[in-house]
C-alpha cells in the first residue's frame, strides 16, 4: 500500500484519470469544435488558445481533447484483441498439451519472429484503414505475448497440489480449468494487459502518424503530430504539446500498471 500513496503514483492516476475523462466527455475540457477553424492559422499558445491554433485555423487544444477518445478507444481495442485471442491461445495450448500445444506454439514463434510494425502494417493492409482496423492491428501484434505468458502460467498452476486434489475429488477436466486452473493464471495476464495499454497507445499514434490510422481530419493523437510535422521549424508546438500528451499518458499508464503489478504479489 505504500506504493499507492507515493507522489508518483498520485500524478499517474490524475494523468490517467484526466485522459479517461476527455476521452468519454470532451466537453468538460473544451467546448469547441475540434474540426472548426476558430482563428488565424498557426497561432502561437496563448490564454485564448492554450496550443495554439494549426495550419487552418483550428484550436489545436481541444483537437487533443477530442483525439483521446480515438486513442484511448483504440488502445481498448488491441488490448482486447491481444488478451482474448491470446490467452485463448495459451489456455488451449496448456491446457490440452501435445500435438495442439506445439502447433499453436508454433504459430506464436512465427508471429514472435515478425516485426510489429511490420505485422500491424500487413494486417491494416489486409483489413483496410480505419482507428478501429489499426487497433486491431495493433492487438494482433500482442496475441503471442499474451499467449505465451497464458501457457506458462497453466502449466504452472496444474502442477499446483490443490488442482491435483480436484482431479482426485472426481472434478472434470473443464470444471477443474474453468474453476481453478484458469482464475489462478490471470492475474499476471491482467498486470501485462495494463502494460499493454500505454504501448498500444503509443503504437496507434505511430500509425496515425505513417497515416494508418485514422483519415483526416479526425483528430486523433498521431494523425496531429503528422499534420504538423511540414510546420516543425516555425511552429513547434504542433508537434511538441501534442508530443507531450502522448508521452505523459503512456507513462502514467506504465508507471500505475508496474506499480500494481508489484502490489499484486
Not at 498521431?222 to 508521452?247: E, F, H, K, M, Q
Request: glycine share 10%; charged share 10%; aromatic share 8%.
Amino acid at each position: 500500500m505504500k506504493q499507492l500513496k507515493k507522489p508518483g503514483f498520485i500524478i499517474s492516476a490524475l494523468v490517467v484519470t484526466v485522459a479517461i475523462l476527455a476521452a468519454l466527455i470532451p466537453q468538460l475540457f473544451s467546448q469547441g469544435d475540434p474540426l472548426e477553424s476558430v482563428a488565424e492559422p498557426l497561432l502561437s499558445p496563448s490564454f485564448d488558445h492554450w496550443f495554439g491554433t494549426d495550419a487552418v485555423g483550428r484550436d489545436l487544444y481541444t483537437r487533443v481533447v477530442y483525439g483521446a477518445r480515438e486513442s484511448l478507444l483504440g488502445a481498448l481495442i488491441a488490448v482486447s484483441v491481444g488478451l482474448v485471442g491470446g490467452t485463448l491461445i495459451g489456455l488451449l495450448a496448456g491446457s490440452l498439451r501435445g500435438v495442439v500445444d506445439a502447433v499453436l506454439m508454433r504459430l506464436v514463434d512465427v508471429l514472435l519472429s515478425i516485426p510489429s510494425l511490420l505485422l500491424a502494417l500487413s494486417v491494416i493492409i489486409l483489413l483496410g484503414f480505419g482507428t478501429v482496423n489499426a487497433a486491431i492491428a495493433v492487438g494482433v501484434t500482442s496475441v503471442a505475448t499474451f499467449a505465451r505468458l497464458t501457457r506458462s502460467r497453466v502449466l504452472a498452476v496444474a502442477a499446483y497440489d490443490f488442482v491435483e486434489a480436484a482431479y482426485g475429488s472426481g472434478g472434470s477436466k473443464i470444471n477443474v480449468l474453468c474453476k481453478h486452473i484458469l482464475p489462478n493464471s490471470l492475474t499476471p495476464v491482467f498486470a501485462l494487459a495494463a502494460l499493454q495499454f500505454g504501448s498500444a497507445i503509443l503504437q496507434l499514434s505511430m500509425l496515425g502518424f505513417l497515416g494508418y490510422g485514422a483519415p483526416p481530419p479526425t483528430p486523433e493523437w498521431g494523425l496531429l503530430i503528422s499534420d504538423a510535422r511540414d510546420y516543425i521549424a516555425s511552429s513547434w508546438w504542433l508537434t511538441v504539446l501534442p508530443g507531450l500528451v502522448i508521452v505523459s499518458v503512456v507513462v502514467a499508464t506504465n508507471y500505475l500498471s508496474q506499480v500494481l503489478q508489484k502490489e499484486a504479489k
